[in-house]
Structures are given as structure tokens and as C-alpha cells.
């Protein structure tokens, strides 16, 4: 089965509305539950599927996520297996960027073509979900489709800011329309099943998962739609009269991480009792690098449905609703409530700990006294002493040079360090 199916993850635009974690990042990287990164999540969906040849899309700071899937994703020297970087690259026949999914995918078929594939899957590199995509190919064929998009349903306030669709009872896709505006949606009604119905989720999402039959893909992006640029805007509605395009509804758990609070949210519902996304699944692991660290070490704490990663050295008074990443260092007396530490890359050493007193400078982590509420803290961050970030509705949005606050969130940015009695 996986040998009939090629995968290209795609990495996102700028990532702007996830600034400022997208800041010297590409959106795909972006360090999640403590200790994956986001691109994880669907090379982690297709090798869980059978399908264990991958490309990664990408065009905005790809550093760290090259390196990160460098060093992650090593398959046997015996088996056909691979995740490839395709990084955005000017050629004489194309000078531009990728200038959307469409397109970005178009650039990158001279590096499809060699590869023998039936269906060639697309997925979005910044999304949390888990999804046995075999069943969607099954389904595919079941159906003779051309072009299967996946679809969940979702209520009004979500509606909006997808591509709906309506489809009939053979579950082909009639009508498209994307984001549409609140007044439009009456008309974008379909019966979604009696149990989601009951919560409000009325209307059919794309997912932006799509499966496209290889050979159609090649002819519509080299020269049906050569000037198309982007799958839910153009390509999309124009080939559901022309093409048999199949909706396969998906009723787990999806969420689009498409900006600060959506990110904040996902992190956060990991600590739940049982949380929608379940990393605790023998058959559905999330893969990722594999650090060879120390367990974490806890001292004098309170948890409370809390996620904590390898590595990590916690002395706080209290620690609850939060995700600590890995190597996190937490000093005495401290309390954190609902906040995502995304951890350090490293340990300092002794030396480095005295050297960094002696001069003033807050050792990596979080220091002793303070008060965090509300906060993601990147990567590699200094927190000195007494230090209070209380961050909700109160806070105006704002771009500091040490932290943002977007939607209530404080972000403490990637190595930043923030003196002792700083107040937020």
C-alpha cells in the first residue's frame, strides 16, 4: 500500500500570526508539548498510516527545521523510506517564491516525477491531529474519486475562516466556497450526522488534507491551471465540476494552529485528564528526536495537571495547567499557572552558572519568587528573580523587544532575558 502513495507536507506561509515563536523559525518548527515540533505531527500520521515516503515543503527560515528532521527521520539503508526537505529555490524557468500551495507544489513536481506513486496525499505542516490516512485512500478508490478532500465539521464562529462545502449523498463534493462571510452561511448547511448536529457543528470544513489521483495532479498544475496558485482558492472549485472530488468526513479530534491563542490552547489541553489529542496511544506514537536525557528532577513542588518533559530541574512552589518542556529549570518559591515553557536546548554548567552570578545575569530558566500566569516562554529564555508576568484580558496587544503580548498571551521571546522584579 505505501509504495502508491507519495506525501508533500507543506510548511506554511511566513507564519506571521504565530509570531513572534515564528521569528527565526519556520511555522513546522515550532516547538509543541514540551518536546516534538509541529511537523512532527504529520510525518508521525503518515509513518503511523504505512506511508514512509515524505517532502517538506518549505521557503521561511528552514534552518532549525532542516536540522530537525536531519536528525530525526533515519530510515534503514533497506527499505525505500525517506523525508526530504524541499526548500523554495529559484531556477531559470521560475525566479518567484512559492507564491501558494498551488504553486509551492507545482515548483516541487520535477522533484516528484522520478518517484512512482497512484496518489500523491498533501497535508498541512501546522495542524494537531491524528489520522489513519489509509482509510481515506480506501475510501478513495472505493469511490473512483479523482480528488478526496477531507472535512470536518465545524459551527458558525469557525465556518468562516475555512473552505465549506456541500456534498450529496454519495459524499461527492457539489459546491465550494471559501471563507465564507457569516450571512452567506445558511445556504452552506449539510447534515453532518445526528451527534454532530447536537453541538452546533453544522457546516463541512476542508481540512486542507487532499488526495489527488497522480496523474490529474501533474496535468492541472503544468497545464490545465498553470497559473493557479493555490489549492483552496482556485484549484479546488474549479475541478468539482469537471472531476468526481469526494469529501471523506473525519469526526476526531483537528485543530489548526494557526495563530497565538489557538497554539496556547492545544498545549494547554494536553494537561487535561483525557485530552482530545492523545499522546498516550500505543498505535498512534508521535515520533520525534530522540535526546538522550536525563529524567526530570522535582523538588518541594505542587503539580497539578501538569506535562513535564525530560531533563527538566523544578524547585517551584507550584506548578499547574502547564506544559514544561525540555531541560526547563524552575528555582524555588516560584509559582507557574496555565503556561507552555518550551524548555532550553542545553544545560549550563557549573562555571556557567557562577560566571553568570557574578556578572548579574539570570541563569537559564526561570528564577526564584516569581509569578507567571498566562505565558508561553520560548526556547533558551532568562527569567531572573521576583519576577511577575500576569497575562490576560487586561494586557493590550503589544511587540516589546523582550516579549508580545497577543490576545492576553504573554510570549516571552526565544533567549530573551528578562531582569530580576521585572513586571509584566
Known amino acids: 500500500m505505501s509504495k502508491s502513495t507519495l506525501a508533500v507536507i507543506l510548511g506554511g506561509g511566513a507564519g506571521s500570526r504565530l509570531y513572534p515563536l515564528t521569528a527565526s ?59 526530504d526537505i524541499l526548500a523554495a529555490e529559484q531556477t531559470p524557468d521560475n525566479p518567484t517564491w512559492f507564491q501558494g500551495t498551488a504553486d509551492a507544489v507545482r515548483q516541487s513536481l520535477r522533484h516528484l516525477a522520478p518517484f512512482e506513486s497512484e496518489y500523491i496525499l498533501i497535508l498541512s505542516g501546522d495542524q494537531l491531529y491524528q489520522m489513519d490516512f489509509q482509510k481515506m485512500i480506501e475510501n478513495h478508490q472505493k469511490k473512483g474519486a479523482d480528488i478526496s478532500i477531507a472535512t470536518i465539521p465545524v459551527g458558525d464562529r469557525e465556518a468562516p475562516e475555512f473552505g465549506i462545502l456541500k456534498s450529496n449523498e454519495g459524499g461527492y463534493i457539489t459546491s465550494f466556497i471559501e471563507k465564507p462571510k457569516k450571512e452567506l452561511l445558511p445556504d452552506w448547511v449539510s447534515d453532518t450526522g445526528d451527534e454532530m448536529k447536537s453541538t452546533g457543528r453544522n457546516y463541512l470544513a476542508s481540512m486542507g488534507i487532499y488526495i489527488f489521483n497522480r496523474k490529474l495532479l501533474f496535468d492541472l498544475l503544468e497545464t490545465e491551471k498553470k497559473d493557479a496558485t493555490d489549492f483552496g482558492k482556485e484549484i479546488i472549485p474549479d475541478s468539482i465540476d469537471k472531476y468526481k472530488v469526494v469529501s471523506y ?16 490552547e492545544a498545549n494547554l489541553g494536553l494537561t487535561n485528564d483525557i485530552p482530545d489529542f492523545n499522546l498516550f496511544d500505543n498505535s498512534k506514537a508521535i515520533y ?52 507552555y515553557l518550551m524548555g532550553n536546548d542545553y544545560f549550563e554548567t557549573i562555571a556557567e552558572i557562577e560566571y553568570a552570578k557574578a556578572h548579574g545575569i539570570p541563569n537559564l530558566g526561570i528564577g526564584s519568587r516569581c509569578y507567571i500566569r498566562n505565558a508561553i516562554i520560548d526556547k533558551n529564555v532568562r527569567i531572573g528573580d521576583d519576577v511577575r508576568i500576569n497575562g490576560g484580558p487586561q494586557l493590550q496587544n503589544t511587540d516589546h523587544a523582550l516579549y508580545a503580548i497577543k490576545d492576553g498571551i504573554v510570549v516571552i521571546k526565544k533567549g530573551a532575558v528578562i531582569p530580576n522584579g521585572f513586571v509584566i
Not at 40 to 68: E, G, W, Y
Not at 249 to 264: C, E, H, R, V
Open 25 to 83: 523559525r519556520s511555522k513546522p518548527a515550532v516547538p509543541i508539548a514540551g518536546k516534538y515540533r509541529l511537523v512532527d505531527i504529520p510525518i508521525s500520521n503518515c509513518i503511523n498510516s504505512s506511508i514512509n515516503r515524505m517532502f517538506v515543503l518549505t521557503q521561511f527560515n528552514s534552518a532549525s527545521l532542516n536540522r530537525h528532521i536531519k536528525n530525526t527521520y533515519h530510515f534503514s539503508a533497506f527499505s525505500s523510506a525517506f523525508v
Open 288 to 339: 520525534t528526536r530522540a535526546r538522550m536525557l536525563p529524567p526530570a528532577k522535582i523538588s518541594g513542588t505542587t503539580l497539578e495537571k501538569t506535562v513535564i518533559a525530560e531533563g527538566c530541574i523544578i524547585n517551584a512552589s507550584r506548578v499547574e495547567n502547564s506544559v514544561v518542556g525540555i531541560r526547563a529549570r524552575i528555582g524555588d518559591g516560584t509559582t507557574v499557572v496555565s503556561c
Open 249 to 264: 468526513q473525519y469526526d476526531g479530534y483537528w485543530t489548526d494552529i494557526g495563530n497565538i491563542y489557538s497554539f496556547f
